[in-house]
């Protein structure tokens, strides 16, 4: 069953607001919608413009939906903790002034976690005291989410971070309740941390909220884990290439998700980093072909 298919920016190499190497937000909604897309998400709080109803205006003239924002920081981190509220507060208020429902929590690469990025042996653990802390900060969030802005929150398990394994997404669900936490389910990321995403969506069928759509070349993975590269410098390689070119099963995942009668947004996020030097466009293009010829894009 097709599902409305998004793009983010991110997949334009936007990871930060004020990196210089962005293109202009203009151009990346422009491309967007060229390339076929109905949505957008919201990309780092700042890149594009805070002020509703510039960015609805623009939104429009695109024929573009806002899905989705990402409050991509340092949950694991308690002196950061103002500045997540600060950032998750500027997220909410753009996605209620237009209408967006989904809230994507991820906690940020540490510099201890993304030399082992993919490694579960290797990587370094919080203790009990900090994740439950991390838990905490999660629920805090979710709720500002819910109770303040009308947004349904959801968990991005996300290599580097001290939310990527299996067991750490197990735990931080098992912690936090179903219905003030659901799953922003990422094909991409659960294969780098040695998660099935098929099976993910059978585990937790009421939980998927939302969907990131990436694929994964395990060739670069497996160097990256061997060498210790780290995250951003493996997807300057191109660990998440196009579409239908690495190893995630598109087809049984689109059946996972209509067993579970998923019929939300599915969002392209292509996480290439500003070293890449292929064509964000051509590649969103060709992503967007994929997904119709897979019958998850009509």
Known sequence: MPVSIGNAPCSWGVEFADAPSNPPWPVVLDETRRAGYAGTELGPIGYMPEDASVLRENLE?????????VVFRPFHDGGAW????????????????????HLVFIDSLSPARSACAGDSLAAP??????????????RVAAR????????EAALHAHAGGYVEFEDELDQALGEIDEHLLGVCLDTGHSLYAGIDPVALVRRYPGRIRYVHLKDLDRSILQNAIRDRIGFYEACARGVFCNLGH????FEAFRTALDEIRYDGWATVEQDRGPLSVQSSYDDARANFEFLVSAGMAG
């Open 61 to 69: 003239a695109h024929s573009l939906t806002l899905t989705a924002g």
């Open 125 to 138: 653990r919080l203790d009990s005291a900090h994740l439950g802390a991390l838990h905490e900060r999660l």
């Open 246 to 249: 690495g190893t995630v099963d």
């Open 82 to 101: 103002k500045e997540l509220q600060d950032a998750l507060r500027r997220t909410c208020r753009i996605l209620e002034a237009l209408g967006a429902k």
């Open 144 to 151: 500002i989410g819910r109770d303040e802005y009308g947004l």
